[in-house]
Nanobody, 128 residues
Framework: QLQLVESGGGLAQPGGSLRLSCAASGFTSDYYAIGWFRQAPGKGREGVSCISRSGGSTNYADSVKGRFTISRDNATNTVYLQMNSLKPEDTAAYYC?????????????????????WGQGTQVTVSS
């Protein structure tokens, strides 16, 4: 099983930045992609950004394109989400998750159903 621990959440002002980290441990060689997802109060969980094991494939939700950047450091099994130009609508609990579905072997498809190992989440609040 893959263990995932998120960090880096907190309070930011509109237009500000935060960087989330997702540290993976356990059977890290078994998964194909890592993704960041978020869930706002009263809403469903949505894919924010995903990255393949090699880092060669990335995927972003339209709402964060141009503002968020996903990256990974395979030496430390850590995936990062750099969030710039934050908006109040980015407020949510952010989760990272690992996929062992073969669909994500070549492309970092960011569908929640493809991700089976989840972290506990970190809260991001964007408010003035």
């Amino acid at each position: 099983q893959l263990q995932l621990v998120e960090s880096g959440g907190g309070l930011a002002q509109p237009g500000g930045s935060l960087r989330l980290s997702c540290a993976a441990s356990g059977f890290t060689s078994d998964y194909y992609a890592i993704g960041w997802f978020r869930q706002a109060p009263g809403k469903g969980r949505e894919g924010v950004s995903c990255i393949s094991r090699s880092g060669g494939s990335t995927n972003y939700a339209d709402s964060v394109k141009g503002r968020f950047t996903i990256s990974r450091d395979n030496a430390t099994n850590t995936v990062y989400l750099q969030m710039n130009s934050l908006k109040p609508e980015d407020t949510a609990a952010y989760y990272c998750a690992g996929s062992r579905n073969v669909i994500t072997a070549l492309q970092a498809v960011c569908a929640t159903v493809l991700y089976g190992d989840w972290g506990q989440g970190t809260q991001v609040t964007v408010s003035s």
